[in-house]
């Protein structure tokens, strides 16, 4: 029984109403008596109502209001309500776009709050860890230096050059004093230490991480272009990429899982919503001619900043 | 954005922790002085933080005032200091243009012409952006003319890009152009219809997002923020373009092959934005260094532009100093050809087989005088690749859009270095009278009847006494208003006797690319060449000019038999007399020019 209880209780839906409830109640119970929507004609601004005016002023860095500002700011609200209420009255807030995305967002709030209603257990982020190891790879990384072969000093021997380069280099150390000789000054570094594929991307372009990664390490290698030119390479390590350990990411794990878990219930309230309903379209929706209705742009009141 | 002048600042708060409550927005002030009093008032409360001026190019003039301020309150020693205290950067390229020059404005420098767009934001109908005192070299020249003749520089700042993106993502690649403004240029078919973005400029002249460049002694929010503050930045067009430019007195010739030349960039001088130490040779150095984008175009070139001053004049002047190839430069002039070109414009692809990976040198101004203030920065340019339009043109099977060039010349720009003379020095500097000197000597100023009887409907010979340089201007006659009898055909006069009252037509001639033109006399070069005209008045004891559309004065004094004239834009100069005809221009056998 208890089980069944506790089973009901974790479902999203249930979960949804609950807090809905819960903010319905409480907002109804905050707001009693202060200048809301009043079917009897009569708008009554409270002392909180006031004090919430001068405190929204204030958190805008302002000095304090005059009487006269305060004044202004009062018939404003006043007004804000009696439009919003003869608003209401002529139903204008019927299929008006604007409104409707509004409380449709807002109901997306809701099932945020709902969202973050829970902590998962230890046992549970672990479990959840291990199906979702993948998501905490570590990236792999080069270890590597290179010779440069520079298009600026050699045009398009550079290649040629670089190649020639390699033959002299068999079998010769990665320090060797051969390598020194052979190649032009680079402009950055000659040694890279411990860089993931989108840290060389960055430094010396895409296709030069990609032949790198398929190096074999502890030879001279290449000619490998770079957007610089041409280089041999010589890998000192590659290590792998590797899931890291849960403990070294518990704090990203449960983060992961706590939005994992607010997808679920957005959805899951959703989709219970959605059941509900019968949704009726045409049975082509493509059908439609639209090619009449394409709409030339139209020109907006206040430009871009 | 007071009536649609864009003067939107993007502020930088050096440490998150202590950022303030609010920011201050619009609605506490429109005015740029109230922004940095407001900063101030954080700094002195341990907030520090710095503002960069964004889009100077949309500010209808605004941006780089020299005359007053939006509060209408003169330019003076506290402006200069609030400004330079806060704003140590401004943003010199996005999305909506480029703020470096104008071609009107530096009309010998080929490359000015690059992404120019210049319209006002909420395109309030019946006004025209006005190009003075919307671009950044203007306001360098500018800056240190004020110096020299005020003592008092509003306009030290460094240079950086920033996207001016609306949609959170930055655009800054010609390959992956993906617009700026949501829905109105978010699609290839809504940008390459030409849609009007908020109604105001044609989607195909938004180019792609500037970047900022910072040289810092690490990657830290902190450092990054002193590095900023002292200007030693340069800005990109989108390519992730890397450029150095240190300046000194004792760089030798061969230091930039040194491996840490870059160690004794620091030691023997001082980096880009900042002050060249008291003189130690006969004319400054300058390191200058640029690598590629790996994944972008060869580059082309790197050169310094220069500014200086003398009596209130700002000029400027553009050396090539190093390049991609085995170009020769000009033999007369020093300037080097043109890359060429590997773009395919129909197919939209180049090749990077022309142009450089790096170029660096080490360069000594050739034409130095260290009575006179004067700045540096570097320009890095890229080989010309195809323009996002051009890319996206083939992509729909379209011709390249008729309103923009097919190719661009992506570019770097490294934050100026400055030159500010000894008192020792400035006291050997050539100097012009002023309108003060001559009124003490007891010239007058003409009046309008004056004024008219000496130039109107006359060819007048002008020496600009500062730089000696020699030209006509021709005054066309002034209208005369409706009682002017009936003139035939035949009457020079049938024509212009429709102008309004005392409007009238004016033609500089006989300037040739050698004369060293001072600032705001527009494309004075191609005027002489095509004899195009343009309008002036005669109001108030002013000869009244424009430069599109902001207005230039002269005056003139009368001293004995001869007469002086002030242009309002020259801070109390009165650089230029009435002089005799010339009749060689170039006579053979005297000093080259």
Known sequence: ?305 | MPNNMNLHRNIFFKDCGKVPAMPFSALDSKHPVDLWSWMDGQRKAGNDLLAISHNANLSDGRMFPTEVDTNGRPIDAAYAASRVRNEPLIEIKQLKGTSETHPLLSPNDEFANFEILSVLLGNPPGRIAHVVGSYARQALKDGIALEDSKGFNPYRFGFGAASDSHNTAVPYRQDNFFGGHSFTDGTIEARMSGTLVGGMFDARLEGTSGLTGVWAEENTRASLFEAMKRKETFAVTGPHIQVRFFGGWEYGPDLVKQKDWVRTGYAKGVPMGGDLPPAKAKAPTFMVWAVKDPTSGNLDRIQVVKGWTMSGQGFEKIYDVVWAGDRKPDKWTGVVPPIGSTVDVENATYTNTIGAVELKTVWTDPEFDPSLHAFYYARVLEIPTPRWTTLQAKQLGIAPPDVVAPTVQERAWSSPIWHTPSAEARKAAPRSTTVAELTQKGAVALNDAQLKALIVEKSIWLQNTVTGDKYMIIYGALGKGPDAKPLTPSDPGYVTQRFPVNQGQFQIRYVGKKVAMQSLTGDTVEASYLGTSRTYNIVDGKIVTELVGTPIEISVYKLADKYFGARSNEFGYANFEIVPAVAQLSPLGAAPR
């Open chain 1, 1 to 305: 029984m208890s089980i069944a209880i506790g089973r009901w209780l974790r479902e999203p839906l249930l979960q949804f109403l609950l807090t809905g409830l819960l903010l319905f109640v409480g907002y109804h119970w905050a707001n009693h008596g202060s200048g809301q929507p009043d079917s009897d004609g009569r708008i009554e601004l409270t002392a909180d109502d006031l004090r919430q005016i001068r405190f929204a002023w204030l958190a805008q860095g302002r000095e304090a209001l005059s009487p006269e500002q305060m004044r202004r700011l009062v018939d404003a609200r006043v007004r804000e309500e009696i439009l919003y209420r003869e608003a209401l009255a002529l139903g204008l807030d019927k299929d008006d776009t604007i409104v409707r995305r509004r409380m449709a967002q807002k109901m997306e709030f809701l099932f945020e709050d709902v969202a973050a209603l829970r902590d998962p257990t230890a046992d549970e982020l672990r479990a959840w860890f291990e199906k979702n190891a993948e998501r905490f790879t570590l990236p792999a990384r080069a270890t590597f230096r290179h010779l440069y072969f520079s298009p600026d000093r050699r045009g398009e021997r550079a290649r040629d050059d670089a190649a020639r380069a390699l033959a002299k280099l068999a079998g010769e150390p990665a320090d060797g004093p051969a390598a020194a000789t052979l190649a032009d000054p680079f402009m950055f570094q000659d040694y890279y230490g411990d860089r993931s594929f989108d840290e060389v991307a960055r430094s010396l372009g895409p296709g030069f991480a990609r032949a790198l990664f398929e190096l074999a390490p502890g030879a001279w290698s290449g000619p490998i272009e770079s957007g610089y030119g041409w280089h041999l390479v010589w890998v000192d390590s590659i290590t792998p990429a590797r899931v890291q350990a849960f403990e070294d990411v518990e704090a990203d794990v449960r983060r992961e899982w706590i939005e994992g878990q607010r997808a679920e219930i957005r959805e899951g309230a959703f989709e219970a919503m959605r059941a509900r309903y019968e949704v009726v379209l045409p049975k082509d929706l493509d059908a439609a001619d639209l090619a009449n209705l394409r709409a030339t742009e139209v020109e907006r009141p206040e430009g871009p900043r």
